[in-house]
């Protein structure tokens, strides 16, 4: 499991004594332990004799009997060796490998406590990355779903084989032991039996198996895509090379197990990495993409197209961006870090003017097609970086209202964060993944913005991820 760095600074903001906080534990010491808080990878967080130790799978006020695991310098690893005293909010996990996969981290905390310890790590960040007085901020009830099982729209199972049976799923919680997913509670039906269907037509057809550690075999992941909505479904291959024994055979038994199937793509990933997709992508069967619809807006999802992974919970969290960018219809709104143009398009309905921007030409290229489909004449696309483009525009007298942003987990650039203190837009709005950087970049801003509020939104329930949109306005006198 990714770690954190522990702290320099206690949830106060008082500066640890250096000397006290040497490790003071030994491997495989057991030691008693209150837990505090969650951390942002949804362990457990205690104190022991002013050290920071994290424990998997334990919970906000449960006494436990820990036993530790890794000692670093400024901090501790540890696992459960016995509770002491429970949570009241502790359930059974209903996966059967939760566990052993990793892919979930709060299954054993009940769902309606998971949102409010969702908003607490938000609040952890911007104490720990922030100067800003946290009871002055207005920090807003993390919007969740009413059935939070079910909502990833695709899944990406590596395959591997074991005694003659091939398996596929993912690698186990630090790891490289391939845990067999037969049944997925997070997962959408729909791709677990695409999956299921795939790997017994490979099992049938005896198709070579990638070995990871050998670097020999053909097949290394089967990913399966669902439109929500449509109820379209892609099936994509991913293979060491480009021939693949009995393709044929293999499209027939495909679509006779699986008459759904709108799209059958096969791509090439020959290299020892831990990307899954190669560059190389060809259609074996049906259409290139399958369709999935967000409100009114259509899109088409090729094998390679980033989309949002929890359909239902994205429509909130565009909604609630939309809210708070303040639209009145005659707003220059800018979609920085744009992609396919989703956001842009999604706010068009209600700005003057829609610009976005984006490095990957091949994203632009997909949202003026997403644009000129659905017919909005006053968004356009631009190649390039918001920091150059930005001020070119201002040069030109074109100077925007308001700017959203959805940046990925490393958070904004800190070139685009001094365009927009120069560029100076009356709202600006982050949609954030990452709490931690959100927080910094936060901070960044706040010489010229005041923070409104902030929104967390559970687009990943049972796990320790959390969105939010934060609504940021231009302070009085800038």
């Given at each position: 499991?990714?770690?954190?760095?522990?702290?320099?600074?206690?949830?106060?903001?008082?500066?640890?004594?250096?000397?006290?906080?040497?490790?003071?534990?030994?491997?495989?010491?057991?030691?008693?332990?209150?837990?505090?808080?969650?951390?942002?990878?949804?362990?457990?967080?205690?104190?022991?004799?002013?050290?920071?130790?994290?424990?998997?799978?334990?919970?906000?006020?449960?006494?436990?009997?820990?036993?530790?695991?890794?000692?670093?310098?400024?901090?501790?690893?540890?696992?459960?060796?016995?509770?002491?005293?429970?949570?009241?909010?502790?359930?059974?996990?209903?996966?059967?490998?939760?566990?052993?996969?990793?892919?979930?981290?709060?299954?054993?905390?009940?769902?309606?406590?998971?949102?409010?310890?969702?908003?607490?790590?938000?609040?952890?960040?911007?104490?720990?990355?922030?100067?800003?007085?946290?009871?002055?901020?207005?920090?807003?009830?993390?919007?969740?779903?009413?059935n939070p099982w079910g909502y990833r729209n695709k899944s990406q199972f590596q395959v591997g084989e074991k005694d003659?049976?091939?398996?596929?799923?993912?690698?186990?919680?630090?790891?490289?032991?391939?845990?067999?997913?037969?049944?997925?509670?997070?997962?959408?039906?729909?791709?677990?039996?695409?999956?299921?269907?795939?790997?017994?037509?490979?099992?049938?057809?005896?198709?070579?198996?990638?070995?990871?550690?050998?670097?020999?075999?053909?097949?290394?992941?089967?990913?399966?895509?669902?439109?929500?909505?449509?109820?379209?479904?892609?099936?994509?291959?991913?293979?060491?090379?480009?021939?693949?024994?009995?393709?044929?055979?293999?499209?027939?038994?495909?679509?006779?197990?699986?008459?759904?199937?709108?799209?059958?793509?096969?791509?090439?990933?020959?290299?020892?990495?831990?990307?899954?997709?190669?560059?190389?992508?060809?259609?074996?069967?049906?259409?290139?993409?399958?369709?999935?619809?967000?409100?009114?807006?259509?899109?088409?999802?090729?094998?390679?197209?980033?989309?949002?992974?929890?359909?239902?919970?994205?429509?909130?969290?565009?909604?609630?961006?939309?809210?708070?960018?303040?639209?009145?219809?005659?707003?220059?709104?800018?979609?920085?870090?744009?992609?396919?143009?989703?956001?842009?398009?999604?706010?068009?309905?209600?700005?003057?003017?829609?610009?976005?921007?984006?490095?990957?030409?091949?994203?632009?290229?997909?949202?003026?097609?997403?644009?000129?489909?659905?017919?909005?004449?006053?968004?356009?696309?631009?190649?390039?970086?918001?920091?150059?483009?930005?001020?070119?525009?201002?040069?030109?007298?074109?100077?925007?209202?308001?700017?959203?942003?959805?940046?990925?987990?490393?958070?904004?650039?800190?070139?685009?964060?001094?365009?927009?203190?120069?560029?100076?837009?009356?709202?600006?709005?982050?949609?954030?993944?990452?709490?931690?950087?959100?927080?910094?970049?936060?901070?960044?801003?706040?010489?010229?913005?005041?923070?409104?509020?902030?929104?967390?939104?559970?687009?990943?329930?049972?796990?320790?991820?959390?969105?939010?949109?934060?609504?940021?306005?231009?302070?009085?006198?800038?």
């Amino acid at each position: 499991m990714k770690k954190v760095h522990g702290p320099s600074t206690n949830r106060n903001g008082q500066q640890w004594d250096k000397d006290k906080n040497e490790a003071k534990l030994q491997l495989k010491q057991t030691f008693p332990l209150t837990i505090k808080r969650l951390g942002i990878n949804g362990e457990g967080v205690g104190y022991f004799k002013r050290q920071v130790v994290f424990v998997p799978g334990a919970l906000p006020g449960e006494e436990i009997v820990a036993e530790a695991t890794k000692i670093h310098p400024k901090f501790a690893e540890a696992k459960i060796k016995k509770i002491r005293k429970r949570s009241e909010h502790r359930i059974q996990p209903i996966c059967p490998v939760y566990d052993q996969c990793g892919g979930c981290q709060l299954q054993h905390l009940r769902y309606d406590q998971q949102l409010k310890e969702k908003r607490d790590i938000i609040i952890q960040a911007l104490e720990r990355h922030t100067r800003l007085k946290i009871d002055d901020l207005d920090i807003r009830p993390t919007i969740g779903m009413e059935n939070p099982w079910g909502y990833r729209n695709k899944s990406q199972f590596q395959v591997g084989e074991k005694d003659g049976k091939v398996l596929a799923g993912l690698y186990g919680l630090n790891s490289h032991n391939l845990i067999n997913i037969e049944q997925c509670a997070v997962q959408h039906p729909a791709t677990i039996k695409a999956t299921e269907a795939v790997k017994g037509i490979l099992q049938d057809l005896k198709i070579p198996i990638y070995n990871e550690k050998k670097h020999k075999g053909l097949v290394r992941t089967i990913v399966a895509r669902t439109g929500i909505q449509t109820g379209e479904l892609q099936i994509v291959l991913i293979t060491t090379k480009k021939e693949l024994p009995k393709k044929e055979l293999i499209i027939t038994e495909i679509k006779k197990r699986l008459p759904e199937v709108n799209s059958i793509v096969q791509n090439i990933n020959g290299e020892k990495t831990a990307v899954i997709f190669g560059r190389e992508t060809a259609t074996l069967e049906g259409k290139d993409y399958i369709q999935e619809t967000l409100g009114d807006l259509q899109f088409e999802l090729s094998a390679r197209t980033f989309f949002q992974l929890n359909p239902e919970q994205t429509v909130k969290l565009y909604n609630e961006a939309k809210t708070a960018a303040r639209l009145t219809g005659k707003e220059k709104l800018v979609d920085a870090y744009c992609g396919v143009g989703t956001i842009g398009l999604w706010m068009a309905n209600q700005a003057g003017e829609v610009r976005g921007m984006d490095i990957i030409a091949e994203s632009i290229d997909d949202a003026r097609n997403n644009a000129k489909k659905h017919n909005v004449p006053h968004a356009s696309f631009y190649v390039g970086k918001a920091e150059e483009l930005l001020p070119k525009w201002l040069e030109e007298g074109w100077q925007p209202d308001v700017i959203v942003v959805d940046p990925p987990r490393t958070g904004c650039d800190e070139a685009f964060l001094k365009t927009v203190l120069k560029i100076k837009p009356k709202t600006f709005v982050y949609i954030s993944c990452n709490p931690s950087t959100l927080a910094k970049d936060i901070q960044t801003l706040e010489s010229k913005y005041k923070i409104k509020y902030i929104q967390p939104v559970d687009m990943f329930p049972h796990t320790s991820q959390v969105e939010c949109v934060s609504q940021l306005i231009l302070k009085e006198g800038n």
